[in-house]
């Protein structure tokens, strides 16, 4: 089983889909035959999915009709919070088994509050509250506002995943949000976070320039440019959290913030639909992958081993 081998490598498959049909289901893309056949270990979910499964859907109608007259706002916060509460008591065995690391479930903070430190502090520890679920992730964006939003959400004990990563840089500077928000954290063997940095979409930007350079040098890098740019985030990663800093950290219980490859779905009909998974595989990795990605990697995905590791040594 592909997928078998790729969390023995030590790469963590979750599922970057979620819809009250998926929880509820029986069929095999349901989430309950996905957690049993498929080795999804966990979930994201972000404003565009849940848009494309509330709207029209049978699923929600009797709730939104129980709420006639509430703001939307109010509307789309009980059926999303209520969808993630019920898909987080899915994965309570596996998030138990793994002693927290796996078996969680994401839900992200308005975007609308991405550029607003204290709203984002006050939605996060709200969707914390009403989730009521210790493998809740809640999502914060990695933008210079959402720095120490995440800090402070940490150190309250919070679980996070910062999501909308793409440089290095601010890598850098969510893993040191991290660390502060853990630093002042009571009890930080508790907390767990992730970091998700985006790989398909920087392919996209990145090939659209070489395409128009046109020149054969330019064209021997098409599709290159994410695979590389996630290869320096975790030497990245192994540097951070090989630090001293860290390893004190480590010795209060503290755990390490994994790196999660979101965006891993193609763009590009002409590359393999499991490029973004099979060649990044490496230990303390989550792989958040739509469904067609995670049929593909089922279905017909090559493994190698480990992907991330060699290519770092090899520079």
Not at 20 to 48: F, M
Not at 126 to 155: C, F, H
Request: proline letters at 4%.
């Amino acid at each position: 089983m592909r997928a078998q081998q790729v969390l023995d490598a030590g790469t963590s498959i979750w599922l970057d889909d979620l819809s009250r049909a998926k929880i509820s289901g029986a069929d095999s893309h349901s989430l309950p035959s996905r957690i049993a056949t498929s080795g999804v270990v966990g979930v994201t979910t972000n404003p565009s999915i849940f848009s494309a499964a509330i709207s029209g859907a049978a699923e929600y109608s009797a709730d939104i009709a129980q709420m006639m007259g509430a703001s939307v706002d109010d509307v789309v916060k009980k059926l999303t919070t209520d969808d993630v509460r019920q898909a987080c008591d899915l994965f309570t065995q596996i998030y138990t088994s793994s002693k927290g690391v796996d078996g969680r479930v994401s839900i992200e903070v308005d975007p609308r509050l991405a550029h607003d430190t204290e709203g984002t502090i006050t939605a996060g520890k709200e969707l914390w509250k009403i989730i009521d679920r210790p493998n809740v992730m809640i999502k914060v964006p990695a933008t210079i506002e959402g720095l120490p939003a995440i800090t402070e959400l940490i150190a309250a004990g919070i679980s996070v995943n910062v999501t909308l990563i793409f440089s290095v840089k601010r890598y850098g500077q969510v893993i040191d949000a991290y660390m502060q928000g853990i630093d002042r954290c009571e009890n930080p063997s508790s907390v767990h976070s992730v970091a998700s940095f985006f790989i398909s979409r920087i392919d996209s930007s990145v090939d659209a320039l070489l395409k128009a350079n046109g020149t054969a040098e330019a064209t021997a890098l098409l599709g290159k440019a994410a695979i590389a740019n996630a290869h320096l985030a975790y030497q990245l990663f192994e540097e951070k959290f090989s630090s001293t800093k860290w390893l004190e950290l480590e010795a209060k219980g503290a755990n390490k913030q994994r790196p999660l490859w979101a965006s891993t779905g193609v763009k590009d009909p002409s590359y393999d639909q499991t490029r973004y998974v099979m060649s990044l595989i490496a230990p303390n990795i989550i792989n958040t992958m739509p469904e067609a990605t995670l049929y593909a990697v089922k279905a017909s995905g090559i493994f190698s081993g480990e992907t991330i590791i060699p290519n770092i040594k090899n520079r």
